[in-house]
């Protein structure tokens, strides 16, 4: 597990007692025994903590203004303010979400599927298909049981192969130009009613109905949600899923 020293660090709290964690460490450091120089860009599947902290920390987003690094975390909880955080500890890279990456720039149709923490991950890929300027078609499906970590707000883009009903979107997604949707199991105003492999068959469905081209399929989710949106794409050909092989959400 490599390890870097920790700059700075700072927190705030999101909707839905969720908690956006920011640590910045420096783009060059001494290679010894605790700590190893950055790579370009760190892989978004990997696991990450602060000292021995069990907190999970999911990737949202990744900056590298002049000689240091800025890393942006979403988490289920707060980090103590008597922690004195100075090491970010982070399991090492997973070769096979660099095709996720790929696909992200490249893939002409591409679903996106987000659960609790994770969606922290479909907000990364959503970016990099952003600035990939894909003239494709992008879509995000969310999932969390409970609450959002950010404030739902009405759609303002249409999709014909989502339920009528669910009109509630993240507005940086669609500010992206990307239409998505929310699900959940508690009654949330503007959500699907149901989790994120019901949202997925019901997506699935109407798209075939479409004469549907090929999508690429990517699931931030944990390894179980992972399953059961496998599971309900197979009678589908036209549909290539990727797992991105979390180990936050296991």
């Known amino acids: 597990m490599a390890r870097y020293t920790i ?3 700072s927190q705030s709290e999101q909707e839905g007692g969720f ?19 950055p790579p370009s860009e760190f892989d978004f599947g990997c696991q990450f903590c602060i000292n021995d ?3 999970s920390l999911a990737l949202f987003q990744q900056t590298r203004p002049e000689s240091s690094i800025i890393l942006q975390f979403l988490s289920d909880q707060a980090l103590s303010n008597q922690m004195e955080p100075h090491t970010l500890k982070i399991t090492p ?3 096979s979400n660099q095709a996720i990456i790929k696909t992200c720039q490249t893939a ?20 990099i298909r952003h600035s990939a300027n894909q003239t494709g078609q992008t879509v995000a499906l969310l999932h969390c049981e409970n609450h959002f970590p950010f ?5 303002l883009r249409m999709a014909p192969t989502l339920p009528p009903e669910a009109i509630g979107t993240s507005t940086l997604l669609e500010d ?10 508690s009654d949330l105003p503007g959500c699907f009613d149901g989790t994120l492999d019901k949202f997925f068959a019901y997506w699935l469905a109407k798209q075939n109905s479409h ?4 999508w690429h399929i990517i699931i931030c989710a944990s390894k179980e949600t992972q399953k059961k949106c496998l599971a309900v794409s197979h009678s589908y050909d036209w549909v290539h899923c990727l797992g991105t092989q979390q180990s936050t959400n296991d």
Do not use: M
């Open 211 to 214: 004469n549907p081209e090929p």
């Open 176 to 185: 992206w130009q990307i239409p998505n949707r929310l699900t959940s199991q």
């Open 7 to 9: 700059q700075h660090w």
């Open 108 to 127: 002409k149709n591409v679903v996106l599927l987000g659960s609790e923490i994770t969606i922290a991950n479909v907000f990364y890929l959503a970016k």
């Open 93 to 95: 890279p997973i070769p």
């Open 19 to 37: 908690w956006l964690l920011s640590v910045t460490i420096e783009a060059c450091q001494n290679n010894s025994t605790k700590n190893s120089p």
């Open 53 to 55: 902290s069990t907190t």
């Open 151 to 155: 404030r739902i707000k009405p759609a």
